[in-house]
């Protein structure tokens, strides 16, 4: 099955520098791959996405990039915030089935990034 | 829409007693998660449901876990018994079956055994 493995851990950087976060993934047919925000205490929601055909998505001060030969693919914040403090996962999600295929619709998590903004 | 909304909120038990999480799904999904998160292991997938049939329980830890969803708008998942070790936050998120869509989550349950 897919595996997703995200780094680091855990990510400190001064209010106004850039953040970067990345992540590896193992099944080459995955084709979506969302980045959720999780703040203390609350649910994980969704910041950005991005689709297999496409190479990167910028959105204000969040960008996303891919790369599919490399099965690799990155968070970008800049300009970062204290309220950009929270865990980041990134995750894959397994295309339509094909013949036999049995995963269709499987959404795996990376382990989540600690990143702490620094004032 | 509220939203996937997920019951109890909050739940402590004794060691050995059965414990039952409840998820209701975004009206219209047709795919539900649930997930269980802990520091040292970040969000597992333990079960996924698609139009309520389970797709892939590879990530239920032990037999003690179960989960069914018996229609649409409704799923649970089940521990018994439960052990210390199962203390997490269990997570319900619900999606549209499809290529490119959101994946909607409830507000978790935090589940303490003692």
């Known amino acids: 099955g897919e595996n997703v493995e995200q780094h680091p851990s855990t990510l400190s950087v001064q209010e106004g520098d850039s953040a970067v976060i990345k992540c590896t993934y193992s099944?080459?047919?995955?084709?979506?791959f969302p980045w959720y925000k999780q703040e203390l205490g609350k649910r994980p929601q969704l910041i950005i996405d991005i689709r297999s055909n496409v190479g990167e998505k910028k959105d204000q001060r969040i960008a996303v990039t891919l790369n599919k030969t490399a099965k690799h693919f990155s968070l970008h914040i800049t300009e970062t915030q204290p309220e950009d403090s929270a865990v980041y996962f990134c995750a894959a999600k397994a295309p339509p089935p094909r013949a036999g295929g049995t995963s269709y619709g499987k959404l795996t998590f990376g382990q989540g990034t600690i990143l702490t903004v620094h004032p | 829409d509220a939203g996937v909304i997920q019951s109890p909120r909050h739940e402590v038990t004794e060691m050995g007693q059965e414990v039952t999480l409840r998820c209701k799904p975004i009206s219209g999904h047709n795919s539900l998660f649930w997930y269980r998160q802990t520091m040292m292991r970040g969000l597992e997938l333990l079960i996924y449901f698609n139009n309520n049939v389970p797709i892939d329980d590879s990530g239920m830890p032990e037999d003690r876990f179960s989960a069914k969803m018996p229609n649409a708008s409704f799923s649970t998942l089940k521990i018994q018994p439960s052990e210390p070790r199962d203390s997490a936050v269990y997570f319900c998120a619900s999606t549209l079956l499809g290529q490119h869509t959101e994946a909607f989550f409830g507000q978790g349950t935090r589940l303490t055994v003692v």
């Open positions: 099944d080459s047919a995955s084709n979506y």
